[in-house]
C-alpha cells in the first residue's frame, strides 16, 4: 500500500513529523492519516474493470498495532466494495501466490515474489497511468478472440 496506493509523506505531514524521524511506520495512527496517490484509487479500480483478480499486499509495522487496523479503514474507506476482504496484511510476501505485484521495494520478500515484480515508481513503470497502460496492454494481448 504504503507509496503505491497511499502517499506516505501525507501521514507525515498531517501529523507534523520530522520527516527524518526514524520508524516513522511505527507512529500510531499515521496510516489513518494518508492521502492516496494520484491515479491509485482509479488504477485499482481500472485493474478490477479489466477482469485481473487484484488484491492488496501490505505489511504492517510489528510494533504498530494501530496499522493493521488502520490499513482495512483505509482500504474500506478509500477503495470500498472492489477491495472487501481483499486486503492482505504479511510481513513475507512472497509466500503469497499471484502472476503479479505491483511494489515500491524488494523488502519484505517482494524480491522474491515469484510472480513479475511491477517496480512502482522506477523509470519503467513511474506512475499509475504507465501501470495501468502496461496491464491493459498485457490483458489484450492475451484476450482470444473467437469468431
Not at 520478500?109 to 501501470?131: C, H, M, T, Y
Amino acid at each position: 500500500m504504503d507509496n503505491v496506493l497511499v502517499d506516505f509523506n501525507s501521514g507525515i505531514e498531517k501529523l507534523n513529523l520530522d520527516p527524518n524521524m526514524s520508524d516513522l511506520d511505527e507512529v500510531e495512527g499515521i496510516f489513518s492519516q494518508m492521502i492516496p496517490l494520484k491515479g491509485a484509487i482509479e488504477g485499482y479500480n481500472r485493474l478490477v474493470e479489466l477482469g485481473y483478480d487484484v488484491y492488496i499486499l501490505s505489511t504492517a509495522p510489528w510494533k504498530n498495532p494501530s496499522a493493521w487496523s488502520d490499513k482495512l479503514i483505509w482500504v474500506k474507506k478509500y477503495i470500498g466494495e472492489n477491495a472487501k476482504k481483499r486486503l492482505i496484511l504479511s510481513h513475507n510476501k512472497n509466500l503469497n501466490k499471484g502472476d503479479f505485484l505491483i511494489d515500491d521495494r524488494l523488502a519484505n520478500g517482494a524480491g522474491e515474489f515469484e510472480g513479475k515484480l511491477i517496480r512502482f515508481g522506477s523509470d519503467e513503470f513511474p506512475n499509475w497511468e504507465v501501470v495501468i497502460d502496461y496491464f491493459d496492454k498485457n490483458m489484450k494481448s492475451s484476450s482470444v478472440v473467437d469468431n
